[in-house]
């Protein structure tokens, strides 16, 4: 697991990872991330199936956490971004 936070974009990296694994290592990320992050890039793949992205779904969509506005796919299957705040 990497996480990234050079930007006002978050970048988790689970590759390799169990589900439960990457839900911590998100949730990790969410509670760790200042006013000045806008989104979080989870980064899970895709070839070896969609377990990962269905879990973040299942634990973010419903408006939970009050850190995340909505769920987003991302740039490609394997990319799913939580948005903590709109940028216009």
Do not use: Q
């Amino acid at each position: 697991m990497s996480i990234y936070t050079d930007s006002p974009v978050i970048e988790v990296n689970t590759h390799g990872l169990y589900v439960e694994e990457a839900l911590k290592a998100v949730d990790k990320a969410v509670k760790s991330a200042g006013k000045g992050v806008y989104k979080i890039k989870v980064i899970h793949g895709f070839n070896r199936g969609t377990a990962i992205r269905t879990a973040i779904y299942d634990e973010y969509k419903y408006g939970d956490d009050p850190k995340i506005k909505r769920v987003a796919n991302g740039d490609n299957p394997g990319i799913t971004e939580l948005i903590l705040r709109e940028m216009y």
